[in-house]
């Protein structure tokens, strides 16, 4: 089982920063994908930010030049730097983990965070 636990949501007014993080622990063998998603009232979940183990990384277009993603490998932790937030970045932002369970890569399993609410005021 593998528990992430977030943090780093709050109120902000618009122009300012915030980071999210998102720690993983639980029995695994290595974390693939760790990603970044968001849910706007009313609204689908959306992809906001995505790495992969090898490196790659990928913005939605909406934030782009403004969010940055990062990760701790050895913390098994993920960051969303959030700068110039806007109104519409207002959401409750998930990460989600897909992890390998051995060394084949056949087992992989995605799980959720709980989700932290980023509220932007104008």
């Known amino acids: 089982q593998v528990q992430l636990v977030e943090s780093g949501g709050g109120l902000v007014q618009a122009g300012d920063s915030l980071t999210l993080s998102c720690a993983a622990s639980g029995s695994f063998f290595s974390i693939d994908a760790m990603d970044w998603y968001r849910q706007a009232p009313g609204k689908r979940r959306e992809l906001v930010a995505s790495s992969t183990s090898g490196g790659d990384i990928n913005y939605a277009d909406s934030v782009k030049g403004r969010f940055t993603i990062s990760r701790d490998n050895a913390k098994n932790t993920v960051y969303l730097q959030m700068n110039s937030l806007k109104p519409e970045d207002t959401a409750v932002y998930y990460c989600?983990?897909?992890?390998?369970?051995?060394?084949?890569?056949?087992?992989?399993?995605?799980?959720w965070g709980q989700g932290t609410q980023v509220t932007v005021s104008s």
């Open positions: 989600n983990i897909v992890v390998s369970m051995d060394s084949t890569g056949w087992k992989k399993y995605g799980y």
